[in-house]
């Protein structure tokens, strides 16, 4: 087992739920590296945990996991500092909702980038180094739409269906091994004023599964140290996931579609 000083390694720290896991490490007494897009707000967020938790050690990168070699300049920052990585949070990801063609294609290239393989990417390079510590603990942050066909929706849940299905295969490659690999599936979180927006929008069904970053975050956090395998936080989204077990799937295609045109128009 190395010695050196271990860190929590979060992506998408500067905003949402990164933001809320990368405080909530920071309170249970860990040092955390905040990796984002190279944005004002990145270091906002670091020299207000640094303000906070003057005797824990924050550090943040920027940079932009959607072009290619970027999870690979990560990797290297952290070796070049001598960062050791204990927890690896896989939080970064990006969202739409619209009729396919309403992106241009350079849009989902980068949404595919960013979803799956920088965090592909990310466990790879870091894998090694968690195998080194008595445990390590892999988050990845996926979502309720990694359980369902979504029109208007498709891409953003079937590359959260990649993750989870990454996730679920991985996890019983290393049931043996020290390191530990938990999937958050969250549904609708208050991340921001565009998505409030676009959850109001919703109705009824998106608010009685509404959650703050912060709830989310303990939430993940406390059943990752537990080695619980998923993650649904709410009683609600809980009961959803097992409505479609029940509901055939063009019905659920219906109903899904219904829900998510409104946020296309």
Known sequence: MTTKK???LVTGASNGIG??????CASRGFNVLLVALPEPKLNE??????????????HSFGTNLMEEGSPK???????????????????AGLGNAGAFLSKPSEFYFGQMQLNMVALVMLTYHFLPGLQKFNKGYILNVGSMASFYDIPYKGIY????????SFSSSLRYELKDSSVK???????????????????????????????????V???AMSRLFKGKAVSIPGVVPKFYKGLGYILPQRMQLRMLANAFIKQSR
């Open 73 to 91: 300049l990560v990797f290297d920052w952290c070796q070049n500092n001598g960062f050791e990585i204990d927890i690896l949070v896989n939080n």
């Open 181 to 215: 690999i938990s999937l958050l599936c969250p549904a609708a979180v208050l991340t921001n004023p565009d998505v409030i927006i676009r959850d109001r929008e919703m109705g009824l069904a998106s608010k009685l599964t509404q959650q703050t970053p912060e709830q």
């Open 217 to 219: 975050a303990e939430y």
């Open 157 to 164: 849940a079937a590359s959260k269906q990649f993750v989870r």
């Open 6 to 8: 271990k860190y929590t």
């Open 19 to 24: 933001r809320a896991i990368a405080e909530n």
């Open 45 to 58: 967020v670091t020299a207000a945990l640094k303000e906070k938790y003057p005797n824990q050690e924050f």
